[in-house]
């Protein structure tokens, strides 16, 4: 069982930055990957960023490309968002994930297995 804690949320304007972190307990040892996903009110949940944990490897979404970075710090077990040039329509509930499962693409959500409790990102224009 792998529990995970978002932190960092908050209300921004337009342009700013923030940077949300994930911390993981639990099961890590069994994690394949994790995501960063976020869900505006009356619309589907939505891959932001996925990362391979052993590798590094990263996925962003096209509409975050070039304004957000997905990392990792394997010593603390913790994933990071850095959101740098935040708009009006990058507010939603983010929400940090991992899945167990090993293949597949990192940014299919039903692949997810653990899923944290989300922390809003309102961001004013």
């Known amino acids: 069982q792998v529990q995970l804690v978002e932190s960092g949320g908050g209300l921004v304007q337009a342009g700013g930055s923030l940077r949300l972190s994930c911390a993981a307990s639990?099961?890590?040892?069994?994690?394949?990957?994790m995501g960063w996903f976020r869900q505006a009110p009356g619309k589907e949940r939505e891959v932001v960023a996925a990362?391979?944990?052993?590798?590094?490897?990263?996925y962003h979404a096209d509409s975050v490309k070039g304004r957000f970075t997905i990392s990792r710090d394997n010593a603390k077990n913790t994933l990071y968002l850095q959101m740098n040039s935040l708009k009006p329509e990058d507010t939603a509930v983010y929400y940090c994930?991992?899945?167990?499962?090993?293949?597949?693409?990192?940014?299919?959500?039903?692949?997810?297995?653990?899923w944290g409790q989300g922390t809003q990102v309102t961001v004013s224009s």
């Open positions: 990362i391979r944990w052993s590798t590094g490897a990263t």
């Open positions: 639990g099961g890590t040892s069994s994690r394949y990957g």
């Open positions: 994930a991992a899945r167990v499962h090993v293949g597949g693409s990192l940014h299919i959500l039903n692949d997810y297995d653990y």
